[in-house]
């Protein structure tokens, strides 16, 4: 059993507040992802987990033991970092047996027999003898998990493990992580900027911007229903267009289309609607009119980039058939789920359609 819950935490270093009151409960064999922009506090919040940064204000438990000024070692976490951290003059057998000769009682061979459990699965077992700098990117990588692993430790702590990973790697990297939390039951925290990582890996993603935490949800909650406009640009790629319109007698305008609303009178006066490409597509009779103004193939399919008068949007189409820079074009919009924001605060506006 592995719990993390985080009540109120807060970091100040000197006069500024760099995280702010977060309130997050870690289930047990949860892959929760942080997911936010460079200097959101990801980082911060979970050294405070590990007991690398001291918690200015609030409470951390880790299975209902509060550990707030607990010492990173009695805490039972282990953290893979960013820069993996191996020791470069030691072998990977060696890196992953330091820690448990130094931290735990247990003998040679027990030390040795999770070093090979460890090496199997993360598929080691013949680099254990070289040294880091004899190893590729990837595999330091994972002789750096196969260290926390080795120290079976309640909860892992990831900070961006595979941004120093080309494309490819980090996306056979995020194939074994995913393999490895689904197989071992692991509890983890993963830190990371990159929304697919989080869409991918997480069970649950918490998403945060300057200190606040701003959703908690599973990924496709969090992409159908993004609880403000920072949530809904930042996750998915393309980004969903958020386009300004006019709410008034029952109806949305835009100098390009009208669509009528049976509650448009608890709108207020100035509303944004978002869309994502996928629930906009391409057709001569559409009801809004818009022009191209780039057009980029992507393999199968084109990224059509279109003006609504002065809002822009991304459209998807198959490559063949795609329209050229220029081309007025028609535009029809699925707006069964057509998510609302208020133009002011960002926030969403629930309304029924
Ligand atoms: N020791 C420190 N003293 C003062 N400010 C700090 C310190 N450590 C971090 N900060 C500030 O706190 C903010 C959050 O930093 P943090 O490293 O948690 O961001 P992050 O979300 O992990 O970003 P990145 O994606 O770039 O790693 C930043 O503005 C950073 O400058
Ligand atoms: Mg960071």
């Known amino acids: 059993m592995a719990t993390v819950q985080l009540k109120n935490v807060s970091k100040s270093y000197g006069s500024s507040m760099t995280v702010h009151d977060i309130n997050l409960t870690i289930e047990d064999r949860e892959f929760m992802v942080m997911v936010g922009p460079s200097g959101c506090g990801k980082s911060t919040t979970l050294r405070m987990v590990a007991g690398l940064e001291e918690i200015t204000a609030g409470q951390l438990l880790i299975d209902g033991q509060d550990v707030t000024d607990a010492q990173p070692q009695k805490r039972d976490i282990a953290m893979v970092f960013q820069s ?10 060696r890196n992953m047996a330091f820690g448990l000769m130094k931290t735990t009682k247990l003998s040679k061979p027990e030390i040795d027999a999770r070093i090979r459990e460890a090496a199997e699965i993360l598929n080691i077992t013949d680099l254990l003898g070289r040294r880091p700098k004899e190893l590729s990117g990837g595999e330091r990588q994972r002789v750096a998990i196969g260290r926390a692993l080795v120290r079976q430790p309640k909860v892992f702590l990831f900070d961006e493990p595979l941004s120093n990973l080309d494309a490819k ?58 609880t403000n406009t920072f949530v809904a ?61 780039r057009c980029e193939l992507i393999g199968a399919e084109a990224l059509i980039e279109v003006s609504l008068g002065s809002d822009r949007m991304i459209v998807k189409s198959p490559v063949q058939g795609a329209p050229s820079t220029g081309d007025e074009v028609g535009l029809d919009f699925d707006l069964t789920r057509m998510r609302l924001f208020d133009c002011g605060t960002g926030r969403a506006i629930t309304v029924d359609v």
Not at 84 to 93: D, F, G, Q, S, V
Not at 176 to 193: F, M, N, S
């Open 84 to 93: 993996y951290a191996l020791y470069p003059h030691m072998t990977a057998y």
């Open 233 to 293: 640009t930042f996750i998915g790629m393309p980004e969903m267009a958020l386009i300004p319109c006019h709410a008034a007698h029952g109806r949305i305008g835009h100098s390009a289309f009208v669509k009528d609303l049976p509650r448009a009178g608890t709108l207020p006066e100035s509303v944004l609607i978002g869309l994502r490409p996928e629930e906009v597509t391409l057709s001569p009779t559409g009801m809004a009119r818009a022009r191209v103004e």
């Open 169 to 226: 790697l980090r996306n056979r990297m995020r194939g074994e992580l995913k393999r490895l939390h689904q197989e071992l039951g692991l509890t983890v925290i993963y830190v990371t900027h990159d929304q697919i990582e989080a869409m991918t890996l997480g069970t649950r993603v918490a998403m945060m911007s300057k200190g606040h935490l701003q959703q908690v949800g599973a990924p496709m909650d969090i992409y159908m229903n993004p």
